[in-house]
């Protein structure tokens, strides 16, 4: 029986997906989704490839591409605006 953890590995190998599909797909919390992620994009599994697709405003159109946490910026830093297309996540 696979973990949590290496199922969510092996679907962000299929295709990208945010936060929110990884809770739905294995019915867990958004809180706990997040957890596994950044245990997966931490240094010690680097090998894993966690690969972050940036989040954007929906307001003016910014994307956050220097960004490397894991969690959704909450605010555009140029009109802060709170309208923001949550970032997806594969594995390469």
């Known amino acids: 029986m696979e973990t949590t953890r290496k199922r969510i590995l092996s679907f962000l190998q299929d295709n990208p997906a945010t936060i929110r599909d990884v809770s739905k797909k294995f019915h867990i919390s958004e809180r706990e989704a997040l957890y596994h992620l950044e245990h997966l994009a931490s240094g010690r599994n680097a090998r894993y490839g966690l690969e972050i697709l940036p989040a954007r405003c929906r307001n003016c159109?910014?994307?956050?591409?220097?960004?490397?946490?894991?969690?959704?910026?909450?605010?555009?830093p140029v009109c802060r605006s709170e309208q923001i297309v949550r970032p997806e996540y594969r594995i390469r």
């Open 61 to 76: 159109g910014f994307v956050f591409r220097k960004r490397r946490k894991v969690r959704c910026p909450s605010r555009c």
